[in-house]
């Protein structure tokens, strides 16, 4: 579907990646839904949901997110998925190292097989298990935001549970693909022959299913 028909400006593929129950299909069905899984299974493959937000800057967006599997029998699959992808969120589980330690794998992965100018915002989800009980936290603060500096992330920590920088973190992404998107067009323009692009059709993304013609 074009994106004038759906009254949007931009059309953005974004993922979310991680290790198995860090909480991305939580994240992501509170925020697209408002409201938690009712009964929580484990993602086979990908699953997809789509909103139109207004941005602070830039006109409406029209997001594409695709929950992809954190198990490692579905990585063949998954990767494949990243394809068009201009934005991502890396998501671990702060009371879980292991799925802080394992982020590096999934960020190589996401570098090899999203765009090159991919946006990723590093995710500590799981904050209100530290609300409870502050020696469930495994992974501290300032541990994540150094790992984010040194990779260029954008970083936040997050609670699906209690709805916690949930809109924050999906929103501040989108914004700043379009942010990005709009400053290379401008680059664009300036260089000697350049194309005359709009601010946000750098990186067009076709309307996909990942379940093809059957419903997923």
């Known amino acids: ?20 129950t860090v909480g991305k299909t939580h994240l992501l069905s ?16 990908v699953e997809f949901a789509t909103r139109t937000i207004p941005l602070a800057v830039g006109g409406t967006v029209k997001a594409q997110i695709w929950d992809t599997a954190g198990q490692e ?39 090899q097989n999203a765009e090159d100018n991919i946006i990723i915002m590093l995710v500590g989800n799981k904050l209100d298990l530290v609300e409870k009980d502050p020696t469930a936290r495994q992974v501290h603060y300032d541990a994540a935001l150094e790992f984010a500096r040194s990779h260029k992330l954008l970083f936040k920590e997050a609670s699906a549970v209690t709805t916690y920088n949930v809109k924050h973190v999906f929103e501040q992404l989108l914004q700043e693909v379009y942010n990005q998107a709009s400053k290379n067009a401008k680059e664009k323009r300036r260089e000697p022959g350049g194309i005359q692009i709009q601010p946000g059709g750098m990186i067009p993304v076709q ?3 990942p379940c093809g013609n059957q419903a997923c």
């Open 73 to 111: 029998r579905y990585r063949a699959i998954t990767s494949s998925h990243y394809r068009r992808a201009v934005g991502a969120l890396l998501v671990y589980d702060v009371t879980r190292n292991a799925t802080f330690q394992n982020c590096l794998k999934w960020l190589e992965e996401l570098r």
């Open 30 to 45: 509170r925020y697209v839904k408002g409201t938690l899984p009712k009964a929580p299974t484990a993602t086979i493959g």
């Open 1 to 20: 579907m074009a994106e004038e028909e759906d009254g949007c400006d931009h059309l953005y593929k974004v993922v979310l990646v991680g290790d198995a």
């Open 207 to 209: 309307e996909e299913n």
